[in-house]
């Protein structure tokens, strides 16, 4: 059995462990920082703070049989503040066209820009690899559970959801886009500025170009790569665009990776969130659910099943051994 709840301080090992796996800005190979991010994450549960910015929600997948962490995914209240802007690079085209050489041009274009009343932002989801291809797709649960908690708890969040997608990066891990641009103007390396942002924006708004940036005068592996995502991030993009979330023309300045969003109203899995009254049975199930038990408890216990069941004139029937975790026979959740 498996089961999805928030990090707590205990997992930190397995944690870790898990974000030696990818590289993200929201789950840093730290183990000081993670530390840091977990203890946040129990508070913010427990009793989120007004200033949504200061919230982050860290999810983990549990395999019940070997007590181990297998995956992670956060939800960061807010991401853009006065103190720490979102930047991105608006992506745009210019129109040239010259009366007497009866030629014109159509430039792809990109310039930076800020947002200091951001988005709640979905990241850093994480699956260990051995648990990929799982019957009960582990890596969509993961990320579904982000919905399911925002969808029970809207006040805590803002309207609009921000994703931010990888980009592809060459043979060799570097982004395309960087070295054409960001290394120019900021004289680091990649992983570096990466890292630095996560604390300091200043530079980006004092060293990289405000005019626009013309495309064309970039190598064609950085035109290639902006707003593109990298092929393992491909299945979330179409699942992200499946739920309603849609390309905003934006990416990050670094490497170009692709931003989303959508409204909280427009997400068709927190649509069809409802309460479901249960029956317990033998027979194979046809689809899966997240599944709370009803009437629910408080933010800081928020424990998820992942349930196959079969939807009987508006009766969910789940597994018999779910039976003592359902007394009252009814569940809040969605099939995903």
């Known amino acids: 059995m498996f089961i999805l709840r928030p990090a707590k301080i205990g997992d930190l090992d397995q944690v870790y462990e898990l974000s030696l796996l990818m590289n993200f800005i929201n789950l840093p190979r730290e183990r000081e920082t993670l530390e840091k991010k977990i203890y946040n994450s129990e508070k913010s549960f427990l009793n989120a703070h007004q200033d949504l910015s200061k919230n982050q929600f860290l999810f983990v997948l549990e395999d019940l049989s070997s007590k ?63 648990y990929r291809g799982h019957k009960l797709k582990l890596g969509k649960a993961l990320s579904f559970i982000r919905f399911l908690y925002i969808g029970l708890n809207k006040h805590l969040f803002t309207e609009n959801l921000h994703v931010e997608l990888m980009p592809p990066f060459d043979k060799n891990g570097r982004s395309p886009l960087w070295e054409a641009i960001g290394r120019k103007f900021l004289n680091m390396e990649y992983l570096d500025a990466d890292i630095l942002s996560r604390g300091n ?15 064309t005068l ?113 569940a809040v959740g969605f099939n995903y």
Do not use: W
């Open 68 to 130: 181990k962490v297998i995956g992670i995914s956060i939800i960061h209240g807010k991401h853009g503040t006065e103190d720490e802007p979102h930047f991105f690079l608006k992506v745009d085209q210019e129109n040239k066209y010259s009366k007497s050489l009866n030629t014109g041009f159509i430039h792809g274009t990109l310039k930076l820009g800020h947002e200091t009343n951001g988005y709640t932002e979905i990241g850093g989801l994480v699956l260990d690899g051995a």
């Open 201 to 215: 924006k200043e530079f980006i708004l004092s060293l990289f170009p405000r005019d626009t940036i013309y495309e």
């Open 218 to 330: 970039l190598p064609i592996e950085a035109r290639d790569a902006i707003g593109k995502v990298g092929k393992e991030t491909l299945p979330v993009k179409r699942m992200l665009e499946e739920i309603g979330f849609q390309y905003t023309n934006q990416v990050d300045p670094f490497d170009g990776g692709p931003h989303f969003r959508a409204s909280v109203s427009n997400i068709k899995c927190i649509k069809n969130l409802k309460e479901f009254k249960l029956s317990f049975s033998d027979t194979l199930a046809e689809d899966l659910y997240l599944l709370r038990p009803f009437p629910l408890d408080d933010n800081s216990s928020f424990t998820v099943y992942l349930c196959p069941a079969k939807l009987n004139n508006d009766i969910l029937e789940i597994g018999r051994e779910f039976k003592s975790i359902f007394p009252n026979q009814t």
